[in-house]
């Protein structure tokens, strides 16, 4: 857990050039706190205790106004700047090194319970403040999501994508042709 602890905090003073030193980064960033909660919610939702889960995730959205259902799949160093306002639906699945801003969506465009209903996040990608990811799309590696996006529908690796909806405005071609051969 503390190991942990401190590669989530390394991470941030990575990503923020506003982070100063560790201990900053410990107690003052939400993001950190809203994925430890996050954990714990995981492990109690895959035991299937899901009321219990909920509380946890409830508890840490009054102290982060970061919600993560515990459903979501996240992987390492999920860094939320600001945090307020983010929300992670329940069959979203977020990959490692991610980065999100305030305001975020993962969210659901109705579906059946029990399918996969939110979408996916792979590894290295950035999401722009106020941008709603929508649906079971996929979001590929690399790619940046302008502020204020709306994303309906799958984006291409190593790819910018802008607007309501969004397209695409540019896909950095040497991260592209690295990733494939
Ligand atoms: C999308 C983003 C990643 C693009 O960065 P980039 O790769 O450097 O791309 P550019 O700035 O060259 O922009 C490419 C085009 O998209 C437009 N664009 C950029 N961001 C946009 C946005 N959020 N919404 C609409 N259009 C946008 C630019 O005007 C430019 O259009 P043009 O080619 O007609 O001039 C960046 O603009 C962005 O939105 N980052 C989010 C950062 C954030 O949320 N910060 C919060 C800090 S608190």
Known sequence: MFKFIIEEARNILEKDPAAKNLFEAIFCYPS???VLYHRWAHKLYNKKRYTLSRIISQRARRKTGIEIHPGAKIGRNLFIDHGMGVVIGE???VGDNVTMYHGVTLGGIGGEPN???HPTVEDNVMIGTG????GPITIGRGAKIGANAVVLKDVPPYTTVVGIPAKVVKTNRDDYLMYVI
């Open 115 to 117: 399918t996969k209903r």
């Open 91 to 93: 069959t979203a699945e």
């Open 131 to 134: 941008a709603k990811i929508l």
């Open 32 to 34: 950190l706190k809203a």
